[in-house]
């Protein structure tokens, strides 16, 4: 089974701060993503990689960086955290292009 | 400027029925949609896909449709069980080839005994 792992289920996060999400598979994936998911707004792409050091914007990348330093690995930083960036974030691994994106069970991070 | 819009926040069925989810979409370029469930506290688990190239894909209780004249997907499940009950999401992919794929906003299913 694929197992996608995520450094914390609950984060608590002061404005200004810098947050590090991390991203853990474990199948050898070339693809990773990082969404946040908001009541009403579904699952919105933040960043995906589709290999090693290689990194893509997705539809709301303003306030976030990501790094992918080792093909299992995806972290998602918040430079400097805002009330704005409350919410829940989940991360995905898949095979290849067209493959089943396989998600971790997420971080629900609250920014005070 | 939603693509993928789910426009049910919730639907509560009973249990043995049948259970009817719909997604509209606007970009006729899309080729390839998903379906994902969610538990609370889980991440969502893939369902159930469909090509553009069909109209019609079963797995077992759960059927997806696709109208693309309509640009409507629609989710079946039959009989609907307790354990069905989640949040359910569908996706679409942009292009042949593209990576990323979009959400709608969710349904929340509610499967009452």
């Known amino acids: 089974d694929v197992k996608v792992t995520q450094s914390s289920r609950y984060l608590v996060k002061r404005t200004g701060e810098k947050v590090f999400l991390e991203c853990v598979q474990d199948?050898?994936?070339?693809?990773m993503f990082w969404y946040r998911q908001d009541p009403g707004l579904g699952l919105r792409l933040i960043y995906f990689?589709?290999?090693?050091?290689?990194?893509e914007k997705g539809d709301i990348p303003e306030g976030y960086s990501v790094s992918r330093e080792k093909k299992e690995r995806f972290s998602l930083i918040l430079e400097s955290a805002s009330t704005n960036q409350t919410s829940m974030y989940l991360c995905?691994?898949?095979?290849?292009?067209?493959?089943?994106?396989?998600f971790g069970p997420g971080t629900r991070l609250t920014v005070l | 400027d939603q693509q993928v819009k789910q426009n049910s926040p919730s639907l509560s069925v009973q249990e043995g029925r049948i259970s009817i989810l719909n997604c509209d979409y606007t970009?006729?370029?899309?080729?390839?949609f998903l379906w994902y469930k969610k538990y609370p506290a889980e991440g969502p688990t893939f369902l159930i896909s469909?090509?553009?190239?069909?109209d019609k894909n079963e797995d077992g209780r759960f059927t997806v449709f696709l109208n693309k004249s309509a640009k409507h997907l629609s989710l079946h499940i039959v009989p609907s069980q307790p354990g069905d009950s989640a949040v359910y999401f569908c996706?679409?992919?942009?292009?042949?080839?593209?990576?990323?794929?979009?959400f709608g906003q969710g349904t929340r299913l509610t499967i009452n005994p």
């Open positions: 995905a691994s898949s095979l290849g292009v067209l493959d089943t994106q396989y």
């Open positions: 199948m050898d994936h070339e693809n």
């Open positions: 990689s589709y290999d090693v050091k290689m990194k």
């Open positions: 970009n006729s370029m899309f080729d390839y």
């Open positions: 469909i090509s553009s190239i069909k």
């Open positions: 996706a679409a992919r942009p292009f042949q080839g593209a990576q990323k794929l979009v």
